[in-house]
């Protein structure tokens, strides 16, 4: 059963039009797969000069790694904050998102980690069309690091 976009806001920290994701249509421990439609939004917050460039599918990409993390999360857990530390091997495919007319589906998989680091290879389609692809590393609670307490 998919988890619609009422499910996101409830469990990313994205908010109104910055949760660019509508769907998760199916996840396991390894991977994601969400759909999204805000690409063609005019109020798309990323759009930049009236286009919304085909990096900008790197947030949709990052949106769905942090629905992984939630999915995973035990329901007690508190949700831990995860930050883009970096992107190696992006492949544009495309110049735009803007213009593609059918909805994205983004796929995430977490290809190693640990506790603290996660490393997830990540692609962008449509319609059986790759968009764009690479990898991120995501550091978790980044902030609470150095902290010895």
């Given at each position: 059963?998919?988890?619609?976009?009422?499910?996101?806001?409830?469990?990313?920290?994205?908010?109104?039009?910055?949760?660019?994701?509508?769907?998760?249509?199916?996840?396991?421990?390894?991977r994601?797969?969400?759909?999204?439609?805000?690409?063609?939004?005019?109020?798309?917050?990323?759009?930049a000069?009236?286009?919304?460039?085909?990096?900008?599918?790197?947030?949709?990409?990052?949106?769905?790694?942090?629905?992984?993390?939630?999915?995973?999360?035990?329901?007690?857990?508190?949700?831990?904050?995860?930050?883009?530390?970096?992107?190696?091997?992006?492949?544009?495919?495309?110049?735009?998102?803007?213009?593609?007319?059918?909805?994205?589906?983004?796929?995430?998989?977490?290809?190693?980690?640990?506790?603290?680091?996660?490393?997830?290879?990540?692609?962008?389609s449509?319609?059986?069309?790759?968009?764009?692809?690479?990898?991120?590393?995501?550091?978790?609670?980044?902030?609470?690091?150095?902290?010895?307490?």
């Open positions: 059963m998919p988890l619609d976009h009422a499910w996101l806001l409830a469990h990313l920290p994205h908010q109104g039009s910055m949760c660019l994701l509508d769907a998760v249509t199916a996840w396991d421990a390894q994601i797969r969400c759909t999204a439609s805000s690409h063609r939004h005019a109020d798309n917050p990323l759009r000069h009236d286009r919304l460039g085909a990096a900008c599918g790197i947030e949709y990409a990052a949106q769905a790694m942090a629905a992984h993390g939630a999915l995973l999360a035990a329901a007690d857990d508190a949700p831990r904050a995860g930050y883009l530390a970096s992107v190696r091997g992006v492949e544009l495919h495309v110049a735009r998102l803007d213009d593609i007319a059918a909805d994205l589906e983004v796929e995430a998989e977490r290809l190693s980690g640990d506790g603290n680091t996660i490393l997830y290879g990540f692609r962008v449509t319609d059986g069309r790759e968009l764009l692809s690479g990898r991120a590393a995501v550091v978790l609670d980044a902030d609470k690091l150095g902290d010895s307490t």
